[in-house]
């Protein structure tokens, strides 16, 4: 009967654990409702507290959008924050979509 070979066994490689890259963690916060193009502003309806210079992302299927929040808009009014529930409008840098996602990071 033929014996079968058994493989060669090479010694363990050591790898090297690399220190753990800190990852910025994403909140969800709210959903863009509505997009307006002439002057640039998502409307959004929060589901937590968002307030002026604080860093949101917009994700969506085409939309990737990191930005500092400049300014803040409840019925046509400044405010420096906003809370959950509120359906606000910011200034944003590109275009949006209805169903896109907002996280604060």
Do not use: C, H, W
Request: overall charge positive; aromatic content about 4%; hydrophobic content about 30%.
């Amino acid at each position: 009967m033929p014996t079968k070979k058994e493989p060669k066994k090479e010694p363990k490689k050591e790898l090297k654990k690399e220190p753990k890259k800190e990852l910025k963690k994403e909140k969800q916060i709210g959903e863009v409702f509505s997009f307006f193009s002439k002057i640039s502003v998502a409307a959004i309806k929060l589901t937590s507290t968002l307030k002026k210079g604080d860093n949101i992302l917009i994700k969506g299927y085409t939309t990737n959008i990191n930005q500092k929040v400049e300014s803040i808009q409840i019925d046509r009014k400044n405010v420096e924050q906003a809370k959950a529930g509120s359906e606000i409008g910011i200034k944003v840098k590109d275009r949006v979509r209805p169903g896109d996602k907002v996280y604060i990071i």
